[in-house]
């Protein structure tokens, strides 16, 4: 089953937007300049997500969810074969995954992410000396 893990607010000036959730929850953030972006971290307690400043302007609604996936061609077919449109192709965001938009049949707006699966090395066993 396929979970949200994104959440974007859209908003038409970053520095209100940021003070607001900085002052009101805490909320701290990164800047991507090249994307216009400002990634949203809502802290470290396992219930949340955390999400992103996006510019208002970019879609027709202010919130949008984003869904973890598998496999986003795979998806993206299921929603067009379902009555979705795309309306962001699947673009490559560094060192997170591939993001695409979509919206569903009664044109609600959400995003899919196939992210990066980081394969961990397996730690090298270091042979224990043993003292005479």
């Given at each position: 089953m396929s979970?949200?893990?994104?959440?974007e607010i859209g908003s038409s000036n970053f520095e209100t937007s940021k003070a607001f959730y900085q002052?009101?929850?805490?909320?701290?953030?990164e800047v991507y300049e090249q994307m216009n972006y400002h990634q949203i971290d809502t802290g470290k307690?396992?219930?949340?997500i955390n999400?992103?400043?996006m510019p208002a302007e970019d879609f027709d609604q202010k919130i949008i969810l984003t869904i973890n996936v598998e496999d986003l061609d795979e998806k993206l077919k299921r929603v067009v074969d379902n009555g979705g449109?795309?309306?962001m192709p699947p673009q490559e965001i560094p060192r997170v995954g591939?993001?695409?938009?979509?919206k569903d049949p009664l044109d609600t707006i959400m995003g899919m992410m196939q992210p990066i699966v980081y394969q961990e090395e397996e730690p090298e066993e270091e042979e224990?000396?043993?003292e005479e």
């Open positions: 979970k949200i893990v994104h959440f002052e009101c929850f805490g909320w701290t953030y307690d396992v219930s949340g999400g992103g400043f449109t795309i309306i591939r993001l695409a938009y979509f224990e000396e043993e």
